[in-house]
């Protein structure tokens, strides 16, 4: 099983249409979710951290289920410029070290 | 706002030529992060790195690797002996504490081509 699991999509959506991601995690000692998006061939740039109690900023919204080992990412009123790849990330724990285990991402197109 | 910034954006190198990638952390980070993504796939992690050694590193990170703290801003991966295979976008990233719960930021990355 994947440790970071998504849906690689396209998701093909006409402009103000709201979309959700979801993502899976096989290891129940992840600490740590975030949501990452990657333009094409560049850096992955955070677009927020994900909480248990769930978190919103703007148009995103996130939601971590730890008993289901289930994220995910809601966006509303989708804009052109949310075109990307969104990249579901969980930290891994080993002993005290901290590293970001990435999903293959889900792609996002908005069309006008 | 402060930015991880990464040197140089492309290097064309040939198989079993030693490459070394420069980074420069945001200032006041204290823990260090090499990634790569090869075209098409996921993004891996290769190396973390605190207190001028390593914390942890992957499978991928075979003694063809080495990383370097050599002043107080740079931080380098050196590829000894490159195969065809590393071709890919080297990313580094630094994050303030070394805790799950702290965001690591990323750099624009490096195209490495190894022909």
């Known amino acids: 099983r994947k440790e970071v699991e998504q849906d690689p999509g396209p998701f093909n959506v006409p402009e103000g249409a709201t979309v959700a991601f979801n993502c899976t995690y096989s290891?129940?000692?992840?600490?740590?979710f975030f949501w990452y998006r990657q333009d094409c061939r560049k850096e992955p740039k955070l677009l927020m951290s994900?909480?248990?109690s769930g978190n919103e900023d703007g148009r995103f919204t996130a939601q971590l289920n730890r008993a289901s080992q289930y994220i995910s990412l809601l966006i509303r009123d989708s804009k052109l410029s949310d075109s990307a790849t969104y990249l579901c990330?969980?930290?891994?724990?080993?002993?005290?070290?901290?590293?970001?285990?990435f999903g293959s991402g889900t792609r996002l197109l908005v069309r006008p | 706002e402060p930015e991880v910034t990464q040197t140089p954006s492309h290097q064309v190198t040939q198989m079993g030529q030693e490459v070394i990638l420069r980074c420069v952390p945001i200032?006041?980070?204290?823990?260090f992060y090499w990634y790569r993504q090869i075209l098409g796939q996921k993004v891996e992690f290769l190396v973390s790195?605190?207190?001028?050694?390593?914390?942890?590193k992957s499978e991928i990170f075979d003694d063809q690797f080495s990383v370097e703290r050599p002043d107080g801003s740079n931080f380098t991966l050196k590829i000894r002996s490159t195969k065809l295979e590393d071709s890919a976008m080297y990313f580094c990233?630094?994050?303030?504490?070394?805790?799950?719960?702290?965001?690591?930021?990323f750099g624009p990355g490096t195209r490495l081509t190894v022909t």
């Open positions: 990233a630094s994050s303030e504490v070394y805790s799950g719960s702290y965001e690591q930021y």
């Open positions: 290891n129940s000692a992840s600490q740590s």
């Open positions: 994900v909480y248990s």
């Open positions: 990330v969980v930290n891994i724990p080993k002993d005290s070290s901290y590293k970001l285990i």
């Open positions: 200032s006041n980070h204290l823990y």
């Open positions: 790195f605190y207190n001028n050694e390593i914390s942890e």
